[in-house]
């Protein structure tokens, strides 16, 4: 996969549904792909690179070389924190008080975004939108630093998709938080819509991912 070209496709697409293609940064995700796509990653110029898996993360953070941004994108232990927090960037799925807690006291004052959960699913990763103002008031009690929201989109009609985005993009204009992660490679136009001002893509830039 060239990478290169691959993002260029990406920065288009953005373009095309309206966003600012210089504004809204372009995540790379690794999970599920070789570790050499964290270096073609940032040969192509992107510095901040996510993952989902923990032990996947670590791996890969201690095998490459390049100085990288490590987000932390996937449903998250409290026991997995205390070994990503040396090399995590940004924790992006921040759903629960008690992560929050844990983070608080392993990486004082990191910054965070907390998961909106857009699916009627308990069992998937995000608060629910109700409970999304209070815990970042709780959050920011702990000393964490809340940059923002982050959710996976709805899967539907492009209307139910956007209608999720949505919710995240209110939610952050009526909490003033300004970074808004929505949008991956099969529905970034959807959520550049609606404001996403950070588009996490893995497929559309390394192609398909192994299977775990
Ligand atoms: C896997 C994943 C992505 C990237 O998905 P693609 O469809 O490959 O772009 C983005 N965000 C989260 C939370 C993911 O789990």
Known sequence: MDVVAA???????????????EQIQVLAVTKGQPVECVAAAAAAGLADVGENYAQELLAKAEAVDEDVRWHFIGQLQRNKVRS????????QSV??????????HRAPGASVLVEVNLTDDPNRGGARPGFVAGLVDGLRDLGLIVDGLMAVGRQGTADDVRSGFRVVRDLADRLGLATR??????????AVREGSTMVRVGSALFGPRIVR
């Open 7 to 21: 993002l260029d496709t990406v920065r288009n697409r953005i373009a095309d549904a309206g966003g600012d293609a």
């Open 181 to 190: 992660s929505m949008g991956m490679s099969d529905d970034l136009e959807l």
């Open 84 to 91: 990503l927090a040396p090399v995590v960037h940004l924790w």
């Open 95 to 104: 759903d629960r008080l008690r992560l929050g807690e844990e983070i608080s």
